[in-house]
């Protein structure tokens, strides 16, 4: 297999999505319905050019296994993934994405899934022996290899226990298509695309996966030339033309490879100005100024609001400035968060508290010990 | 005149208001609103309209005359532009509110987010106030050239929160802002300065609060009980030497 995509020069998406999410802290299962009801109220933030969905705690009969989301634009990638997947993955169950045909879908791709572990061939085991990486590092090398050299073959998500769901449409019509009313989980968000200068395609839709993180995002992020590189000396290649891209992969760096706390992580991507870092204590300035300095290269520019979830929980994130919208309520052992209050409403007509984050200050919600 | 909003599409909700004002109603009660769009957005005739539920983005746009009470939260952008009339909102109410407001009033009972008055403006009697009961975000009157920008910090939902954001006044040069009690000075953008109100500055306040008051039925003596302080910005021309020294 050779590289045969374009490595594409990056166009700015300046869009006014929309996005919306929640988490049963203590793993209550939801369904599908509830978020699709919550993202359809905001039907305007989007163009009908992109719409998706991640859901958490979908596939607990296969919860040991990796959930590969797979699309295809053709055959030829089809088979080729197959034989790939066959080479180097023991595979549990494979089956197509059920999917139920819609007059708004016209021409989708191939959607297949498959519940995989690292088959122990001699690569891998080269790679755990002797390169000091775990399963998670193996299944990230091959997701970027199915990305980056096999033509048309996308992976849509690759975690245990989720799983992704997007295309080119409105997310009540994505839904409709991928049947998601039949699916339950402990975690949902929800993302309606406005793209207007990246390409409205099949997998430039949101989320955004890498193993189980998922991000959904509202902005454009101009510092992606910079980030992208950045990725590109840990062995993350951007495929799929948009921004947001980068902030999947950023997240499994930060946090799962160099070991962060989702609040420091956050704090990298969203650094606090340097007048503002300048005025806090000495301990607090000096961290702050560490982060700065060893991850200036993580930070994103440019007006976002995201929400990235992962088996761990669901946390919400804006810009320094707060140029995107984002508010979060709480109603139980729920917690919600989304770009109008509205869309929260919809679903939770009465919350114990309704509140909007600080630009930059992560909010963020654990699942409790013992969901996962 | 009651409409009810259940599940009706923005546009659909507001040709049915469109034609009530139209038909000469006086008083327009929406019930179970929830997200819709531009909500009073240009009604030039003073009707009142009533909004059950949090209406959505862009309420009272390009008012002109009409009055707006929300009973429920706001969201973003309310008062866009606005020229004349009311807007009242008895719960807190999101970013970028009063944009380039012109006149009319904008009374939010608990918080305001991010960007709040940001580039209001005035012109002989066409002076906009917008009045916040509870704490506001970051760029509290950004670009500011005229009017009346008012911060209560008293009906707030998060007792921890400070009661204005960073950047305050962030290229103000134009109107006044009060804050009632102190304001964080290491929180001021340099275009603005502190100063003690006047007797003529007390008397406006006064005025605007009572309406304040009477709309929420607020006590009016609770409210006026603290020191106010004023905001103005240092220049006109903030800008003027950013890109090389004007001539003298």
Redesign the interface.
């Known amino acids: 297999m050779k590289n045969i995509k374009p490595t594409h020069s990056f166009q700015k998406d300046i869009s006014n999505c929309g996005l919306t999410g929640f988490i049963s802290k203590s793993g209550k299962l939801v369904e599908g319905s509830v978020i699709i009801k919550s993202i359809s ?2 039907h ?1 933030r989007g163009n009908g050019l992109g719409g998706g969905f991640a859901a958490y705690g979908i596939y607990p009969a296969y919860k040991e296994f990796f959930a590969f989301h797979l699309m295809y634009e053709n055959g030829p990638a089809l088979q080729l993934t197959e034989e790939y997947l066959e080479q180097n993955f023991h595979i549990e169950q494979e089956e197509d994405i059920p999917t139920r045909r819609t007059p708004a879908i016209a021409n989708p791709p191939v959607f297949k899934r498959y519940f995989v572990k690292p088959l122990e061939t001699v690569e891998y085991k080269e790679a755990v022996e002797f390169k000091n990486m775990t399963d998670e590092d193996v299944v990230v090398h091959h997701v970027m290899r199915i990305n980056n050299e096999i033509e048309g073959a996308f992976v849509v998500s690759s975690g245990k226990n989720m799983g992704a769901f997007k295309g080119v449409g409105y997310p009540e019509e994505i839904a409709e298509f991928f049947r998601l009313d039949e699916y339950k989980g402990y975690i949902w968000t929800a993302h309606n695309r406005f793209p207007t200068n990246t390409p409205g395609w099949w997998g430039g839709a949101h989320p955004f996966t890498l193993l189980d993180w998922s991000i959904v995002h509202n902005g454009e992020i101009s510092s992606y030339g910079i980030n992208k590189r950045y990725l590109e000396m840990y062995g993350y290649l951007c495929t799929m033309l948009t921004d947001t891209e980068v902030v999947a992969y950023m997240l499994d760096l930060l946090i799962r490879k160099h070991g962060l706390t989702p609040e420091l992580a956050s704090l990298a991507l969203a650094a606090p100005f340097w007048d ?1 870092i300048d ?1 806090l204590p000495e301990e607090e300035r000096k961290l702050l100024t560490a982060i700065r300095q060893v991850y200036g290269c993580a930070l994103l520019n440019g007006p976002f609001a995201i929400l990235f979830a992962s088996n761990e929980g669901l946390i919400g994130l804006n810009d320094r ?2 140029l995107r ?1 984002l ?1 979060c309520a709480e109603k139980d052992d729920f917690v919600y968060m989304a770009s ?4 929260i ?2 679903i939770c007509s009465a919350p114990d ?4 984050p ?2 930059g200050e992560p909010v963020i919600t654990k699942l409790n010990k013992g969901v996962v | 005149m009651k409409i009810d909003a259940q599940g009706l599409y ?1 546009r659909d909700l507001n040709i049915k208001i469109r034609d009530a004002v139209a038909g000469g109603a006086e008083k327009i009660e929406l019930t179970n609103v ?2 819709q ?1 531009y909500i009073g957005d240009g009604i030039n005739r003073p009707v009142t309209i009533t909004v059950n ?2 209406p ?2 862009d309420l009272g746009a390009f008012l002109n005359g009409a009055t707006i009470v929300v009973k429920d ?1 706001g ?2 952008n309310i008062g866009n532009t606005m020229n004349a009339g009311k807007v009242i909102v008895h719960g ?1 109410a ?2 970028v509110l009063g944009y380039g407001m012109r006149g009319g009033r904008v009374h939010i009972l608990k ?1 305001v ?2 960007r709040v008055g940001i580039h209001m403006k005035s012109y002989n009697e066409n002076k906009p106030v917008l009045i916040a009961g509870g704490k506001a ?3 509290f009157g950004e670009y500011m050239a005229g009017g009346v920008l008012i911060l209560l910090g008293m009906f707030s ?2 007792p921890d929160k400070a009661k204005h ?3 305050f006044g962030t290229g103000m040069h134009g109107g006044v802002i009060y804050v009632r009690g102190q304001v964080d000075e ?1 929180k001021l953008s340099r275009e603005v300065g502190v100063f003690e109100l006047t007797q003529e500055d007390q008397a406006e306040l006064q005025e605007y609060l009572k309406d304040f008051c009477h709309d929420f039925k607020l006590d009016f003596k609770k409210v006026i009980g603290d020191t106010f302080v004023k905001i103005l910005p240092k220049s006109k021309r903030p800008y003027g030497n950013m890109y090389c020294p004007m001539p003298r």
């Open positions: 109220l905001m305007d503002m005025t400035v707060k919208p508010v109008e209050e509205a869309a409403r919809e508290r309704v509140w909007t600080r630009g | 923005y929830n997200g769009y539920g949090v959505g983005n939260n969201q973003d807190h999101g970013d918080d987010g991010y975000g970051d760029f939902d998060d954001g960073f950047r290491a």
